[in-house]
Nanobody
Framework: QVQLVESGGGLVQAGGSLRLVCAASGRIVSINAMGWYRQASGKPRELVATITSGGNTNYADSVKGRFNISRDNAKNTAYLQMNSLKPEDTAIYYC?????????WGLGTLVTVSS
């Protein structure tokens, strides 16, 4: 089993920044992709950004140019730098990791952007 713990969420004003951290632990052999997803109240969970172990990234159109995903493979940690935050970015942000054919989720961290 792999455990994921997110941190860094909180309350921020529109235009502000936050940095989310996802730390993986447990039976780690080789984590391939890591990603961030979010779920706003009353809406389905959606992809925010993903990054492979080789550093290839993918972003949702709604966050391109504002968010940046990165990872430290040696620490099994992924980061999401969020800039120019908007009220519509308010959601619970979840970390997801893939190891071989298994997928793991964290419990999420709440991001609230006030207008």
């Amino acid at each position: 089993q792999v455990q994921l713990v997110e941190s860094g969420g909180g309350l921020v004003q529109a235009g502000g920044s936050l940095r989310l951290v996802c730390a993986a632990s447990g039976r780690i052999v080789s984590i391939n992709a890591m990603g961030w997803y979010r779920q706003a109240s009353g809406k389905p969970r959606e992809l925010v950004a993903t990054i492979t172990s080789g550093g290839n990234t993918n972003y949702a159109d709604s966050v391109k140019g504002r968010f940046n995903i990165s990872r430290d493979n040696a620490k099994n940690t992924a980061y999401l730098q969020m800039n120019s935050l908007k009220p519509e970015d308010t959601a619970i942000y979840y970390c997801k990791a893939q190891q071989y054919d298994f997928y793991y989720w964290g419990l999420g961290t709440l991001v609230t952007v006030s207008s």
